[in-house]
Nanobody, 121 residues
């Protein structure tokens, strides 16, 4: 059994910054791709950023140049540094990871519980 726990959400004014963290725990053999998604009210969940096990990153056009994704494999943790936040960034942010478990050895896609980010004008 593996799980992801997010932290770092909150309320911030436009132009401000927040840093989200997501830690994986459980019977982990390896973590492949890790990513952040978000879902605003009335909208579909969308990919914000992702990072592979070799450090390759991918960003949605709406956050390029403002958000930075990184990972710390020794802590099984992925981060999302969000700068120059805009009201349009308001959403619930979800962590996602493709994890290979130890026993049994298998690949599983795991979601965190979500953390609210609210950006006021």
């Amino acid at each position: 059994q593996v799980q992801l726990v997010e932290s770092g959400g909150g309320l911030v004014q436009a132009g401000g910054s927040l840093r989200l963290s997501c830690a994986a725990s459980g019977s982990i053999f390896r973590i492949n791709v890790m990513g952040w998604y978000r879902q605003a009210p009335g909208k579909q969940r969308e990919l914000v950023a992702s990072i592979t096990s070799n450090g390759s990153t991918n960003y949605s056009d709406s956050v390029k140049g403002r958000f930075t994704i990184s990972r710390e494999d020794a802590k099984n943790t992925v981060y999302l540094q969000m700068n120059s936040l805009e009201p349009e960034d308001t959403a619930v942010y979800y962590c996602n990871a493709n994890i290979v478990t130890k026993i049994p050895i298998r690949s599983t896609n795991v979601w965190g519980q979500g953390t609210q980010v609210t950006v006021s004008p």
